[in-house]
Nanobody, 128 residues
Framework: QVQLVESGGGLVPAGGSLKLSCAAS????????MGWFRQAPGKERKFVAA????????YYADSVKGRFTISRDNAKNTVYLQMNSLKPEDTAVYYC?????????????????????WGQGTQVTVSS
């Protein structure tokens, strides 16, 4: 069983920044590829960013590339999402997720169905 707890959401004006954190339980966090997804009201949950278990490989949705940065600290069992130059269209509930069955340290995952565990989400609201 893996528990994921997101934090760091809030209300921010357009152009501002937020840093989300996701704290994970489990002794093998360093072997979990991790991802961030978001879901706006009335819309499907969508991929935002992913990181390999070593942290050496990252991947981003086109909509956030150049503005968001995913990172991880395996010593703290935590993955982060630094969000800069925020736009009103970034408003959503943000979820972190973990893959527990990956076999390679350089893999990342972008599909919802590939993730095994999810956090409860944290709200990010960007005002115009």
């Amino acid at each position: 069983q893996v528990q994921l707890v997101e934090s760091g959401g809030g209300l921010v004006p357009a152009g501002g920044s937020l840093k989300l954190s996701c704290a994970a339980s489990g002794r093998t966090f360093s072997r979990y590829p991790m991802g961030w997804f978001r879901q706006a009201p009335g819309k499907e949950r969508k991929f935002v960013a992913a990181i390999s278990w070593s942290g050496g490989v990252t991947y981003y949705a086109d909509s956030v590339k150049g503005r968001f940065t995913i990172s991880r600290d395996n010593a703290k069992n935590t993955v982060y999402l630094q969000m800069n130059s925020l736009k009103p269209e970034d408003t959503a509930v943000y979820y972190c997720a973990a893959v527990i069955s990956s076999l390679r340290e350089d893999y990342y995952y972008t599909a919802l169905g590939e993730y095994d565990y999810w956090g409860q989400g944290t709200q990010v609201t960007v005002s115009s």
